[in-house]
């Protein structure tokens, strides 16, 4: 049986991402839309076949039918949007930052515990090639304990100028927040450990009350340190737009690295040092891991517990870190 959902908010990731990846997923069977915004619901709706469409997202969540509801609007709106759906008893995927407060996540976190429904986070990165292969050879402990963890993603930002990188860099919490958390989610992900220490330093470039490229180094509880680079600045006014990812696990017998050069986070070569050998990959897939996300989540839904996907605790977890780190930025601005 396939699991009827519908999706509240048709912009940007629901376009590029989440719409195009659904239709690929035999689990799940997209039968409603809802956005404020009443022409892009329309083309949404007509161009993946959408029977019911809403501009009040509540009317969405009264369809007895539906099982489920991706949130893929603005941070600021998911709390209400989760609570209502939870509430309504549907289970939700809901998009990162899971809130622009942690106070928030965890009545969210609350409120699906109490519901007995999944919430779910989008941080698809756990699923993409090179990110998700680098903990395989974390788990099985390949290059021994780890004592360094560095995770940079510099690019030029969201559609360079305009309402799309406004929204980004207020709203979303700019570079740090926004885009970080997926980097904030891998670092525990990767070290089965939690953020003990946190220090961060950041530039305001294009006068946003958020820093457009913040460095943040950090310590967790099992002794590893790490940096946490991102920036919306990286090429924004070149002639070609780049971008450049790079992740580094340094361990007693050796080392990884992951080097991305290449426009997508998800091109690029894999050098993974032990003892014994070295073995180099290289990936081509550039396009985010949507589908994988949605077959993940339809999992979990059908056993009733959290498979292959981030947890909504994960979620507060991951906005905790990132959110101290924009304070300690903006902060030192301030000074
Ligand atoms: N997982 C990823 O890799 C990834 C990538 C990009 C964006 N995102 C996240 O996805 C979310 C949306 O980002 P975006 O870039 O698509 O933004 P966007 O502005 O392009 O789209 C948001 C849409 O939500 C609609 N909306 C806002 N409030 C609403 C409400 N109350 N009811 C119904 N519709 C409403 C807007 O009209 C708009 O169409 C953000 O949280 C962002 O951080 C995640």
Not at 181 to 208: C, M, P, T
Request: aromatic share 8%; hydrophobic share 35%; net charge negative.
């Amino acid at each position: 049986m396939t699991m009827k959902i519908g999706l509240v908010g048709c912009g940007s990731v629901a376009d590029y991402g989440h719409l195009p990846a659904i239709g690929e997923v035999e689990e799940v069977e997209l039968i409603a839309l809802a956005d404020l915004n009443e022409r892009q619901l329309k083309e949404q709706a007509s161009k993946y076949d959408v029977k019911h469409t809403f501009t009040d997202y509540r009317n969405l969540l009264e369809m007895k039918e539906l099982e489920a509801v991706v949130v893929t609007t603005p941070a600021n709106t998911h709390h209400r949007i989760v609570l209502d759906a939870l509430d309504a008893g549907k289970h939700v995927l809901c998009e990162k930052p899971i809130s622009d407060e942690p106070d928030k996540g965890w009545e969210m976190v609350k409120a699906a515990k109490a519901t007995g429904k999944i919430l779910a986070v989008c941080f698809e990165y756990r699923l993409w090639g090179p990110f998700k292969d680098i903990k395989v050879w974390l788990d099985k402990n390949l290059i021994g304990p780890i004592h360094v963890l560095r995770l940079i993603y510099n690019w030029n930002g969201p559609n360079g100028e305009g309402q799309r990188r406004k929204l980004h860099m207020t709203v979303e919490g700019g570079p740090i927040y926004d885009c970080g958390v997926h980097y904030f989610d891998l670092g525990r992900w990767y070290l089965n450990s939690e953020y003990k220490q946190i220090n961060a330093i950041g530039v305001h470039v294009e006068g946003y009350e958020n820093p457009d490229h913040v460095i943040v180094t950090v310590e967790f509880e099992n002794g590893t340190i790490g940096l946490i680079e991102e920036s919306y600045i990286y090429t924004t006014r070149s002639k070609d737009w780049h971008k450049f990812t790079q992740v580094d696990v340094i361990g007693t017998n050796g080392a990884m690295c992951y080097l991305s050069t290449h426009g997508s986070p998800g091109v690029g070569e894999l050098r993974v040092h032990s003892p014994e050998e070295t073995i180099v990959t290289n990936y081509e897939a550039g396009e985010k891991p949507f589908a994988a996300l949605h077959r993940a989540f339809a999992e979990s839904v059908k056993r009733g517990k959290i498979v292959d996907i981030a947890s909504g605790e994960d979620g507060v977890k991951a906005i905790e870190a990132a959110g101290k780190a924009l304070n300690l930025a903006r902060r030192e601005k301030s000074m």
